[in-house]
């Protein structure tokens, strides 16, 4: 499922990383607002979807080669978040949806979890 699909699924924007919606593609997807959790049980190549709009979670999306992060529940990054998203060319997704609604359409729409 492409980036492009999922901003369809969930009503979001892109915050950043908007030319590459059509070309990334995300087999897997895993929520948590803790990175200790997703750098011990996601995949690389999943989606991130998180509440967590700090620097570290950035951080993170590097470490494990995630190619796009969902925030959730309306959470605007930060602008130095952005920027380190635009420098690593990591795009950045908005919904006003909460998590468990974010989970749920994504897994319905064919997204499988990453445990």
Do not use: R, W
Not at 20 to 39: C, G, N, Q, R
């Amino acid at each position: 499922m492409t980036l492009n699909d999922i901003v369809a699924i969930l009503d979001a924007k892109a915050v950043c990383g908007m030319e590459k919606l059509e070309s990334v593609s995300v087999p897997y997807a895993y929520a948590s607002d803790l990175m200790s959790d997703v750098i011990a049980f996601c995949y690389p190549g999943a989606l991130l979807i998180t509440s967590s709009a700090c620097f570290e979670t950035l951080e993170t999306a590097q470490l494990m080669e995630i190619p796009a992060v969902l925030f959730v529940n309306g959470k605007q990054p930060p602008d130095m978040t952005v920027s380190q998203a635009v420098e690593n060319d990591i795009p950045l997704l908005l919904t006003e949806k909460s998590m468990f609604y974010t989970v749920g359409l994504l897994y319905e729409a064919g997204i499988k979890p990453c445990l």
